[in-house]
């Protein structure tokens, strides 16, 4: 969602700018712009679309100057359009912003501006910002004081970069991240390690409640209060530079096809250890997550409940502000997220912690806002993930839920890794009918899926999955819910899929299967048995019961990846989403 980037250096700043809001195109974003001060001016070009659209149109490379900032915009305040995209003005055009965030006290501010004289042209709280600081360094005549004075009134979660007209560059953060690359002589301010990433691996991770201040090539942090912070200059670690597409047509591909790796890859023993000593102490154990997170917090019920014995509570984390199952005191809350900044997950947590609970996290992005409030985390160590469908991340949490299962239970399951990877890439390397069937998706409007047991998660995954790849409606029904419902659904229109591994839940499935089957739907059984059930069946290998669900989500990603482009959908950014939802 919404990625800001600047740059203050010796090149020209529009071509790394661009350059940058390409690389974080993936965050989710409907309009583009930057701001260049060029002599004493400040120089801003913006538009709704693609980077690509954009800078064709309005040569947005070519734009002069070597001090800028730049945004993909996200609608939240106003609709998609030029006027509402950022960079803002200020007034008197000596001041621009970019923002990521909502100021929830825009519309006082905007009043107590008016009154004053400021006058509005777009519809968002970010022009209400810009204004804010133009009013305050109107005021000061000085950029600490105007940052220092502007936070002090906001109410809300955000990060902004301003450009100055004297070509000083100054960025904060509350909430919303915010990431300093460092090359020589040159800065830049970005959402994400992938707006620099191709420059420089030195990074300056900004906490929360900080400030910076970038002129002459030089930078200073402040906190809140005004405090000088010292900068702590990091290297970015080396997986989240791997980026590129290499012989990919699409990163989601990419990222479906790197799995037998990465499922070796997650946690370390250490972390692993120590998270289960904490959680098998733990008094009241929820589990929280958005999205795909979420699906995966589901089936940590059943592993933790069928081989440790320990009950945990999942909440989807857009929901723990109302749930009744509401946090108790000094409860442990274990959350799941693949980039540490999804808006929800942050705030179950600030819940949690007014209960004075426990945190421990599994999170791909290891200096995310989610990190800096846990008690203990647990890397996924699968890369960066660029396909807003989490495919790789998903199959990660699951091997770290198995880890710690399998250390809570005193190595009680057969947990054959090697043996799950390899079985990946026999799936993957056969996906010749996945292919072919993805063909016959072009045409549907409904998907079901269905599971039973630990399997019903898994059928969420796909629904999910489906929907976010291919648009069509796709929806997981729990196997034996059909006859309560669902069945007066079931006519030869609809495709079902059926996740159906031989296991306990094997011959009850089955048995649902043959009810719709008889209602003329058609079947796709996912299963590494076939039956004469299905029209279409998706073999997955014989491996120990327990690792099916870690496998059998591995060919519907495919599924829905190769329906994506029979439809002609962009797999990797499908419309409407972001990858990293930072806003409630
Ligand atoms: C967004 C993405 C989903 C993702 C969810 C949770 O909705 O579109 O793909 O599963 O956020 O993201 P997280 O980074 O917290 O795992």
Partial sequence: MCSIIGYSGKKDAAPILVRSLEKMEYRGYDSVGLAIKNDSLINVKKDIGKVSEVKHSLNLDKMPGKIGIGHTRWATHGEVSKKNAHPHYSNSGNIA?????????????????ELDGF?????????????????????????????SKTISKLQGHYTFVVIFEDGTLAAARFHEPLIIGVEKNSYYISSDVLGFIEKTDDAIYIDNENFVIINDHNLDIFDFKGNSIKPNITKVSKEFADVYKGDYAHFTLKEISEQPKTVLQAGNDTQIKEISEMISKAQDLYITGSGTSYNAARISKFLFSNFAKVKIEPIISSELPFSPDSIEENSTLMTISQSGESADVLDAVRIAKESNSKILSIINHPNSSLSQESDLVINLNCGPEIGVAATKSFTSQLVILYKITNKMCNECMNLDLDKASQSISTILKDDSKIKKLANDFKEISDIYVLGRGIHFPIAKEAALKLKELTYIHAEAIPAGELKHGPLALMDSN?????????????????NSANEIKTRGAKIIGVSNQNNEVYDFWIEIPVIDETLYPLIEIVPIQLLAYYAALAKNTDPDYPRNLAKSVTVE
């Fill in 97 to 113: 912003i970019a923002h990521n965030g909502i100021i929830e006290n825009f519309q006082q501010l905007k009043n107590e501006l």
């Fill in 119 to 147: 006058k509005f042209e777009s519809d968002t709280d970010t022009e209400v910002l810009v204004n804010l600081i133009q009013k305050n360094f109107d005021e000061t005549a000085n950029i600490k004081e105007t940052i």
């Fill in 494 to 510: 609809v495709y079902v899929i059926i996740i159906n591994p031989n296991d306990s839940t094997y011959q009850d499935t089955l």
